[in-house]
């Protein structure tokens, strides 16, 4: 890959230097691809992201496809082709990536097509990639939870079994429970507890199962069980749902409380196994009342709203929640909770940090409910999305807006356009479009630059917002052309007023780099709806009025 010199050695993208810009700012890593030519433009947060040195950066799709490993390609090469041809709206993938100095990191790429020919051939796809090799060692660290979780199943000291949730039959059961009813494992395993004849109370099985099905958890004390050799002991049952996939399953668990130091020593390493898990998630967890108070917090929450432990505990949930955000979010649980729903609540929100900045976040806010099922705490999950928030807000503004004058592009125009003339027709009153283009602008760029042209339409643009109600619309929709959508007119001399106001706004001198640069206009206009009813005949109409207008002046 080479690193180009400057902004102006990248002619067959006219585009990414805005978009570019706009990301940089992000830290995002940027890139801007043309199907035609194969090339893509790397900003300098992509060189950064692969631990080169930080510079824009040139290369060929072939040569990026080089650093995917092959067996991660298909996926690759399904999740482009879906995009390229419309199948799809959006290129969303996360694959393995090698660097140049040899280390795979781990990239969530996103794009989207952004322009294609009349056919609808795609010729341009621009698009973000976010380093998730944290991520995805988290989730790979999950994965070896749960083998270790499955691992600890097997080696408790408490008995545990695991069912189907639907067809009751035994899944697994682990040592504990082989020594504790005298049953080998082979024995027990597809077999319903109906069918092992384990409860002494036919009722109180029926009990449990009716729980679970009503509540996905259950717990009764003191149920009688017959082991192997025909002695009755009294356990203590806790049953759970686990959603597992497609397939639920029932970690059951029996404390023989016959002896009651095995039930205390049992509950002792639950709540050890419980604390370890909330204190080392990588995500925020909270335990809060259902006044919104702090009853414990982990170190990943508070590392988010910038807070110590202890000064997160003097808050409250309310508090350190975005104003606007504040919307009863633990009272809608409790009152879910009291009516009987058991899923979680989740949220996207506004935190406040201790400096006074915010961070966006989703929230998951479950109840705890006690043997009665009664509602008294929430456990909070709570995880930081600012970036992806921010990306998200990132691409919606540059699917709408020109990226150098930042006014609304021709979708967004078409969009405003559609409505103006709905609303029109609703209240029969007239809407005006002004087509105006600039006369003098080529002039400017061959002698001065193309920068100096940039800055000539930058200050042009706002001169024409400046010129406009708050109600109308200004877009640019070509190189030197803008379209003017203003509503509410009742005559044509209104829109004649108004190009006035337009052409000597246009007519004062623009300031450049160096000195200053004059331009003029020819401004066409069209209404609804004497001349047209279709949006894009409106524009048409609008069109040709300007260069009749032209001509008109070159004639002169």
């Known amino acids: 890959?080479?690193?180009?010199?400057?902004?102006?050695?990248?002619?067959?993208?006219?585009?990414?230097?805005?978009?570019?810009?706009?990301?940089?700012?992000?830290?995002?890593?940027?890139?801007?691809?043309?199907?035609?030519?194969?090339?893509?433009?790397?900003?300098?947060?992509?060189?950064?992201?692969?631990?080169?040195?930080?510079?824009?950066?040139?290369?060929?799709?072939?040569?990026?496809?080089?650093?995917?490993?092959?067996?991660?390609?298909?996926?690759?090469?399904?999740?482009?082709?879906?995009?390229?041809?419309?199948?799809?709206?959006?290129?969303?993938?996360?694959?393995?990536?090698?660097?140049?100095?040899?280390?795979?990191?781990?990239?969530?790429?996103?794009?989207?097509?952004?322009?294609?020919?009349?056919?609808?051939?795609?010729?341009?796809?621009?698009?973000?990639?976010?380093?998730?090799?944290?991520?995805m060692r988290t989730e790979q660290a999950l994965r070896e939870s749960e083998a270790r979780f499955m691992e600890l199943f097997r080696s408790s000291p408490?008995?545990?079994?695991?069912?189907?949730?639907?067809?009751?039959?035994?899944?697994?059961?682990?040592?504990?429970?082989?020594?504790?009813?005298?049953?080998p494992r082979e024995s027990v395993l597809g077999k319903t507890s109906r069918e092992l004849d384990l409860y002494v109370d036919p009722a109180d099985r029926e009990r449990i199962w009716d729980q679970l099905a009503r509540d996905g958890r259950a717990t009764m004390d003191a149920v009688p069980f017959r082991d192997a050799a025909g002695e009755l002991r009294w356990h203590l049952?806790?049953?759970?749902?686990?959603p597992v996939g497609e397939r639920k399953t029932v970690v059951v668990t029996a404390v023989d409380i016959t002896g009651r130091i095995g039930a205390e020593k049992a509950l002792s390493e639950s709540e050890t196994r419980f604390k370890s898990a909330f204190r080392n998630s990588a995500i925020g967890m909270a335990l809060l009342d259902f006044e919104g108070s702090w009853l414990m917090v982990n170190d990943a929450l508070c590392e988010i709203v910038d807070y110590s432990e202890d000064e997160l505990?003097?808050?409250?949930?309310?508090?350190?929640?975005?104003?606007?955000?504040?919307?009863?979010?633990?009272?809608?649980?409790?009152?879910?909770?009291?009516?009987?729903?058991?899923?979680?609540?989740?949220?996207?929100?506004?935190?406040?940090?201790?400096?006074?900045?915010?961070?966006?976040?989703?929230?998951?806010?479950?109840?705890?409910?006690?043997?009665?099922?009664?509602?008294?705490?929430i456990v909070a999950q709570i995880q930081d999305i600012t970036e992806r928030k921010a990306a998200e807000a990132m691409a919606e503004h540059l699917?709408?807006?020109?990226?150098?004058?930042?006014?609304?592009?021709?979708?967004?125009?078409?969009?405003?356009?559609?409505?103006?003339?709905?609303?029109?027709?609703?209240?029969?009153?007239?809407?005006?479009?002004?087509?105006?283009?600039?006369?003098?602008?080529?002039?400017?760029?061959?002698?001065?630059?193309?920068?100096?042209?940039?800055?000539v339409l930058r200050q042009i643009a706002q001169r024409l917002q400046s010129a406009m109600r708050q109600s109308d619309t200004v877009s640019r929709v070509g190189g030197d052309e803008f379209v003017v959508l203003a509503?509410?007119?009742?005559q044509r001399h209104e829109l004649d007023r108004l190009a006035e106001r337009l052409l000597v706004a246009i007519k004062r001198p623009c300031e450049v780099e160096g000195g200053t640069a004059a331009v003029s206009a020819s401004i066409g206009m069209a209404i609804y709806p004497d001349h047209a009813t279709d949006p894009a005949e409106l524009i048409r109409r609008a069109d040709a009025a300007m260069y009749e207008a032209k001509r008109a002046r070159q004639a002169r």
Not at 237 to 242: M, N
């Open 1 to 135: 890959m080479s690193a180009a010199r400057n902004e102006e050695d990248l002619p067959a993208f006219p585009l990414h230097k805005q978009a570019a810009r706009a990301l940089e700012a992000s830290g995002l890593a940027f890139w801007d691809y043309e199907l035609n030519t194969g090339k893509v433009y790397l900003n300098e947060a992509w060189a950064e992201m692969l631990g080169e040195p930080r510079a824009a950066t040139w290369t060929t799709i072939a040569t990026l496809y080089q650093m995917v490993p092959e067996q991660e390609r298909s996926r690759l090469d399904e999740a482009y082709v879906a995009a390229v041809k419309g199948e799809s709206k959006e290129y969303r993938i996360d694959h393995p990536v090698r660097t140049p100095s040899g280390n795979t990191l781990w990239v969530s790429s996103w794009g989207r097509v952004v322009e294609r020919d009349p056919n609808g051939r795609a010729l341009r796809m621009m698009g973000i990639n976010k380093d998730i090799t944290a991520r």
């Open 158 to 183: 408490v008995s545990m079994t695991l069912l189907d949730l639907e067809t009751q039959r035994i899944l697994e059961v682990n040592d504990a429970h082989v020594e504790q009813f005298g049953r």
């Open 237 to 242: 049952i806790s049953a759970r749902v686990l």
């Open 313 to 377: 505990l003097q808050t409250d949930y309310r508090s350190v929640t975005y104003p606007e955000d504040r919307a009863g979010d633990l009272e809608f649980l409790r009152a879910r909770v009291t009516h009987g729903s058991r899923g979680a609540l989740q949220k996207e929100r506004r935190l406040v940090r201790k400096d006074g900045s915010t961070v966006w976040v989703q929230i998951n806010l479950s109840a705890v409910t006690n043997p009665g099922g009664e509602p008294y705490q």
């Open 399 to 455: 699917a709408l807006h020109d990226p150098l004058t930042a006014l609304p592009n021709k979708r967004l125009l078409a969009d405003r356009l559609a409505i103006a003339l709905s609303a029109a027709k609703r209240a029969k009153t007239c809407v005006g479009v002004l087509f105006i283009d600039l006369d003098g602008f080529k002039p400017v760029n061959d002698t001065l630059g193309h920068e100096a042209g940039d800055a």
């Open 487 to 490: 509503t509410g007119v009742e």
